[in-house]
């Protein structure tokens, strides 16, 4: 469904240029779920931003469905690292922006929003207004507001990393059962490894900056994978040898 060939990235700074990515390659196939796992600064964010669209790689190419992206792909939903609610407006008028911007049946796109506010366990806080929420809630709303038009692509940039530990395991059972519900395919960035292994069909790892593919690790696990997956001795395999992986980039040190 995705591919990236040969994706580099330059930014032009004061003193020079910073080269983020170099020579990106790999495929997403079609209602995969895939993790892209790397330290911070090594371009994840921007391969998000690529991938969509919204900003044109220095060199290389991304296609979907065969074609090149040259533009911001409409059939993209992305959840952003902060939530980005709209503070003047409700739960469900957050989520039905979505609606308004690309002008779809306002009728439809409610009975849309509330069967996702209903998934999430968000029944009863439709009317409510983002400072009245959690931040596990606001994200919950972020996450309906990006898959209200039914999107085929869905990219996540580190959507859990402010919450705290037992509200982003609870995030990311949701998230898996929505997704085995609907099957789109998603792009997930984040830099735990345990969350990269449990959501993902397969984990891509990038190395630090210059952000380049360093190895792509299949997961086989069966799902749902709840808390007792962890301790399996597969998960425990697949968590050794990601481990093993950035302790030979020298991004983790085990003296």
């Not at 990393?161 to 059972?173: I, P, Y």
């Not at 790892?205 to 994978?225: A, S």
Request: charged content about 25%.
């Amino acid at each position: 469904m995705l591919r990236f060939e040969h994706i580099g990235m330059k930014y032009k700074t004061l003193t020079g240029y910073t080269e983020a990515l170099i020579d990106v390659n790999f495929d997403i196939n079609d209602g995969e779920f895939v993790t892209v796992l790397g330290p911070s600064g090594c371009g994840k964010s921007t391969f998000l931003f690529i991938g969509t669209g919204l900003t044109q790689p220095t060199s290389g190419k991304v296609l979907l469905d065969g074609k090149e992206i040259t533009k911001p792909v409409k059939e993209v939903g992305f959840v952003f690292q902060d939530h980005l609610l709209l503070e003047w407006r409700t739960v469900l008028n957050n989520i039905m922006i979505q609606g308004e911007f690309r002008n779809l049946d306002k009728n439809i796109t409610k009975v849309k929003a509330m069967e996702l506010i209903r998934q999430v366990g968000l029944e009863g806080f439709e009317n409510k207004y983002p400072w009245e929420l959690s931040g596990g809630m606001q994200q919950r709303v972020s996450i309906c507001r990006a898959l209200v038009h039914e999107p085929q692509l869905l990219m996540m940039d580190e959507p859990y990393g402010a919450l705290d530990a037992l509200t982003r395991e609870q995030m990311r059972v949701d998230l898996e059962k929505m997704w085995m519900q609907k099957k789109n395919t998603i792009l997930f960035v984040t830099h735990d490894i345990d969350e990269a292994i449990l959501l993902a069909d397969k984990v891509v790892i990038l190395t630090p900056r210059p952000g380049r593919v360093k190895e792509i690790v299949p997961v086989d696990l069966p799902r749902p994978r709840n808390m007792a997956v962890k301790e399996s001795g597969e998960f425990l395999a697949l968590r050794k040898r990601i481990t093993e992986i950035f302790t030979e980039m020298g991004i983790l040190n085990e003296d």
